[in-house]
């Protein structure tokens, strides 16, 4: 079912679900539902499934550093699959521009209809490692509303090249990412938004923010995007903060801002169990607040282990 139905379907009540991230190459995905098994108990009607996009490395071949490609952790359309199959819930591998051309996108797309995956987030991805910014694959997108507009064509029945018939039109739901904060390489958040306007015109049907620490910024997000049209549902993204090293890694991957306050809690932890304790108590007072307001899904970045996720959960589901 589309997530859109869901929330549909939901008459207000406010909806769980959560991301996952695909295990490294070569790990069991045991670890993965052992930490997916203890959320299902609050009913969540999707789960997202990350994406990463190719790396280069050098590794050593005949006393020559050779460059190679590789994807560290691969697996997201299979994963999808896999916990559709396992949970009987829907889920929604996230798409991206980088490292991938339009071709392989469409055979990425094909493989969703064949295995009744309804839901995507059409993302761009981030520049690549060895690069400081995004640089469009060759015979790929440059922007998600380039991703929006392939998917869409699909839906309406057409492929890239091929104008073969197709006996049976896909239908997918397309997420795309809000920045209440900005993207970090955004001019300012008006323009920023004016371009996540663009990716809902192209057909966007729901947006999912960027993880945020104060909800105002996130009321004012929603506000700011109604004013200039965008009425699909917004839905809130929360991480629980988990170790310390968070107060300075989250500003410089995502050029967010942290409340003082939750700085000051976080600052005054002897270890990462306590502030482990912190991120789940200020995740539970921001779910709160979002529920009451009437958000129409809460989702959560749950990275790994969701003992986090779990306790949040049970304060509010
Ligand atoms: C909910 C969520 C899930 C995510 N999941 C993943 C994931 O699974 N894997 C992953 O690698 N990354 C993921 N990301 C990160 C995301 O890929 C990065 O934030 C990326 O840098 C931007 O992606 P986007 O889809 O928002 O890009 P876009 O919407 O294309 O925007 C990128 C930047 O370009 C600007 N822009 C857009 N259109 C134009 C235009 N026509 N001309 C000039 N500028 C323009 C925008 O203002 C913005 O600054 C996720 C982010 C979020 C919020």
Redesign the pocket.
């Given at each position: 079912m589309k997530i859109t139905d869901h929330i549909k379907n939901a008459n207000g009540e406010t909806l769980f679900s959560f991301e996952i991230v695909p295990p490294v190459k070569g790990k069991n995905i045991q670890h993965l539902y052992d930490n997916i098994d203890p959320l299902m108990e609050f009913k969540p009607p999707f789960i997202d499934v990350?994406?990463?996009?190719e790396e280069f490395v050098y590794r050593e071949k005949d006393g020559l550093l050779e460059k190679q490609v590789t994807r560290m952790r691969p697996g997201t359309v299979g994963i999808c699959a896999s916990l559709q199959h396992k949970y009987g819930v829907d889920t929604v591998p996230?798409v991206?521009c980088g490292g991938f051309t339009k071709e392989e996108t469409e055979y990425l797309l094909v493989d969703c209809q064949y295995l009744g995956i309804e839901n995507l987030?059409a993302?761009?991805?981030?520049a690549r490692k060895d690069q400081q910014y995004?640089e469009a694959t060759k015979g790929g997108h440059s922007?998600?509303?380039g991703l929006v507009k392939q998917i869409k064509d699909l839906n309406s029945g057409k492929y890239l090249h091929d104008d073969c018939e197709m006996d049976h039109l896909p239908d997918f739901c397309i997420g795309?990412?809000g920045?209440p904060e900005k993207?970090l390489?955004?001019p300012s958040l008006k323009?920023?938004l004016k371009?996540l306007k663009?990716?809902v015109d192209a057909g966007a049907d729901y947006v999912?923010?960027?993880m945020f620490f104060d909800n105002q910024k996130y009321f004012e997000f929603v506000e700011a995007a109604k004013n200039i049209g965008i009425h699909i549902p917004i839905i809130p993204?929360i991480k629980p903060i988990a170790v310390k090293r968070h107060l300075q890694v989250l500003p410089q991957v995502f050029r967010i801002d942290l409340p003082q306050d939750l700085i000051d809690a976080v600052d005054g932890c002897n270890t990462n169990k306590d502030v482990r304790q912190v991120g789940i108590e200020w995740a539970i007072q921001q779910s709160k607040e979002l529920k009451e307001a009437g958000v129409p899904v809460l989702h959560y970045y749950s990275m790994g282990k969701s003992d986090n996720i779990k306790a949040i959960a049970k304060e509010l589901f």
């Open positions: 990350t994406t990463s996009r996230h991206l987030m993302l761009r991805g981030d995004f922007y998600a509303t795309v990412a920045y993207h390489e955004a323009s920023d371009r663009e990716k999912v923010t960027q993204g």
